[in-house]
């Protein structure tokens, strides 16, 4: 550990010296460009901004004017929250950190002349670059669905309006219907995220529509904290949920959004609903900056989160491929400070220590009943490695279980005020 | 300092006898002897009774009568400052409703308390309080009622100064969950702890003392240093 963390700060101090130099002639502050105005480049920038006391000069790139959280929002399709409690805006991340937020897409990056270009056609010049664009979606891996289909078939992967689009079309399913859920292949954002959406589902539709049935086409053998959700669904939702894995086909599974039918494996099903959710990748300025592979996921240096193809760009949360964190918020948000560290360390000579990350994820599988999964990491040379775990059990008291969903609710206030401020 | 949470316990263990007695003078509000039960959840944080001191939250011997936020050497939430400033006092019925929902009565307390529904055992705690207010000389000679679940640590570890500017960054970790600003929306207030207490609690978890899965994975990777370098950064945050 001591030599490890020797070596990380040597090399800390060399890169500092030998890449601040230029900023330090121009007699201009360093500049720091975040793209992303999500949990990993929200917290990024605040974080720069916060510590640097001014010494840096910070732009986050966000063609958004307010951002909605992915975590959460399906506590908003099962009625537990107000669409609006999701929404967040950077006015203090711009008014009380002195952040400038330029509100375009980055359509363009330059790494050779440390530039990005903006869908305005600003260029923005940088010392180091922070790319934290979240996921897009892999064309073709749903037969049958692409985007233009998504106002039939909602993705509702990244929170707005689909969340509002498929919250609506739940509420509207004739009765006794079908909604079909086509579960992504692993790497994916949030992994219990689809299953905590089918519990919240499942909550509608036990209220208001009880002969509905459920039905989730998943490529996937096992899936996060599954053992949990079955015995959940068992409980509260018993014989609503059907799951078809890969043993039954479910892995050639194309759709047909005219008709709302479903093709697992050649038989074709009728459904009411239909959420498919695809396979994903890193947000596609990661690939036009030349940082992913060819997994679609950009390669990190465990230590730093920074892009091991270019030691001044940094790629955070579900973008990166970093080893064993899972795509959430929560591990964006502690990957972002570890980042913002070493960036701060490198530009204005402020101390690096070890990185350190961490990560738990909620989930709500009926009124009351949450359940949670966690893990702590260390960086190796190789990959961000898990060194300790946890999982709520199955068959924990009621009181544990609202005690998990009360403690989600903090958490939420938490990290929405150590994001946006 | 080693075995100091033992010893306490002894004494309060001695003390419940006493409180019986107590409690035949303070029927009007509630059973003092069923709130020194209650009370077991306000311990963790609070002292009460001759050589009190401040802890994590403020003594609160003699608290009925007293201008809320009014103990000299202690370091209160904005909120709490707030509504001492507006003139709230401590009484029977405000000090009901600030047990019975912390954050409705003052938003911003960092006290980490969900709030008591049920008002029969509110009259209790009230009736055990007030035995500690109202006619001090009557009342038995008595220590601070023990912390909970307090680990056996070495004088040493308790003796380690703790690097702030390290916390900082360690602490980033800690943010995610608990507010810098020590409001509590459901998870709870770390800011301004005594540095000895945060150093205990975090080291609770990691003997696994304190039952909560998240702490115990958080503080049993924290090195003695790390730990006091947290509790050092905590004891001195700025709002």
Redesign the interface.
Known sequence: MNIDRRRFLGTIAATGAVLAAPAAIGQTRPRVVVIGGGTGGATCAR?LAK?SDGALDVTLVEPAEVYYTCFFSNLYIGGFREFESLAHRYDKLTGDYGITHARFMATGVDRAAGTVTLAGGEVLAYDRLVIAPGIDFVDGSVPGWDLAQAEVMPHAYKAGPQTQLLKRQVEAMREGGTFCMVAPPNPYRCPPGPYERVSMVAHVLKAKNPTAKILIVDPKEKYSKQGLFEEGWEKHYPGMITRIGPDFGAANVEVRPDAMEVVIDGEVEKVDVCNVIPAQKAGTISATAGVTDDGGWAPVNPHSMASRADPRVFVLGDASAQGDMPKSG?SA??QA?VAA?TIRAELTGS?A?PA?Y?N?CWSLIDTDDGV?V???Y?ATDEKIAS????ISQTGEDADLRKATY??????Y???T??IFG | MRGRGTLRLALCLALIPALGIKALSATEIGNAENGSAVWADCSGCHEIGPGAENATGPKLNGVFGRRAASLPDFNYSKSLTRAGRDGVVWTLETLDAYIANPRTFASGTRMSY?GLGDADKRADLLAFLRDFSDRPRDIPEAAPTARRDVPELAPEILALKGDP??G???A??C???????GT????PSITHWPAENFVLAMHAYRQKLRPH??M???A??LTEEEIAALAAYFETIAD
């Open positions: 974080y510590d929560f948000n502690s400070k560290m101390k220590f350190k961490s738990t949670k966690g893990a702590s260390v060194v300790d775990s946890f009360e403690e989600s609710l903090g958490w206030a938490g990290i005020a150590d | 969900p500017e390290f900082e960054y360690l980033a970790e943010q995610t969950c608990h507010r810098a600003d509590d929306e459901g998870i899965p998240v115990q994975m958080m049993g990777r």
